[in-house]
T-cell receptor
């Protein structure tokens, strides 16, 4: 089955700096890669995703990149703000799996003012 | 997205008892999923629930322990049976929404049920 590895496990950044989280996946049949943000005590929220036919996608201060050859994808957060502090999960979904996701272990991001 | 609710939001249960968690979504969806999230951990898929058929369980999870019902396209229940303290966790349901024109499904989560077993 699919295996997703996520690094780093914790990330501390100064407000205004950039944060980058990297994930690798094992199954070349994976075609959908969402990112979730989970604040303490809240549900995971889908913040951005990328399909396998796209190399990069941006939404304001966040962007995702995908390298299908190397089987890795990354989340980039620019101009970080304290409200970006949360746990971020990457995930991968295999085509024809009805949306079944395999999650990475998560990255605790702490943005200090 | 989707509006998803879960009941109860939290519960404290005694060892050996069972708890049924309900998940309701505001529109019809094909697939619903049940996850477990231990404190400080990632999400672990328990099973996939498709309306009108038996749920499909992931390795390490069995129907006798986690029976699931999916009576229609907007509702599902997960029962945690014969509970032990190791079952203390957050249980989340999610729904997969197909994106028109694309062979992918976006997944949205319910608010979760925080279960403590004493």
């Amino acid at each position: 089955g699919e295996n997703v590895e996520q690094h780093p496990s914790t990330l501390s950044v100064q407000e205004g700096d950039s944060a980058v989280i990297k994930c690798t996946y094992s199954d070349s049949a994976s075609n959908y890669f969402p990112w979730y943000k989970q604040e303490l005590g809240k549900r995971p929220q889908l913040i951005i995703d990328i399909r396998s036919n796209v190399g990069e996608k941006k939404d304001q201060r966040i962007a995702v990149t995908l390298n299908k050859t190397a089987k890795h994808f990354s989340l980039h957060i620019t101009e970080t703000q304290p409200e970006d502090s949360a746990v971020y999960f990457c995930a991968a979904s295999i085509a024809d799996s009805w949306g079944k996701l395999q999650f990475g272990a998560g990255t605790q991001v702490v943005v200090t003012p | 997205s989707a509006v998803i609710s879960q009941k109860p939001s939290r519960d404290i249960c005694q060892r050996g008892t069972s708890l049924t968690i309900q998940c309701q979504v505001d529109s019809q969806v094909t697939m619903m999923f049940w996850y477990r999230q231990q404190p400080g951990q990632s999400l672990t898929l328990i099973a996939t629930a498709n309306q009108g058929s038996e749920a499909t369980y992931e390795s390490g999870f069995v129907i006798d322990k986690f029976p699931i019902s999916r009576p229609n396209l907007t509702f599902s229940t997960l029962t945690v049976s014969n509970m032990s303290p190791e079952d203390s966790s957050i249980y989340l349901c999610s729904v997969a929404r197909h994106q028109p024109g694309l062979a992918v499904y976006e997944q949205y989560f319910g608010p979760g049920t925080r279960l403590t077993v004493t």
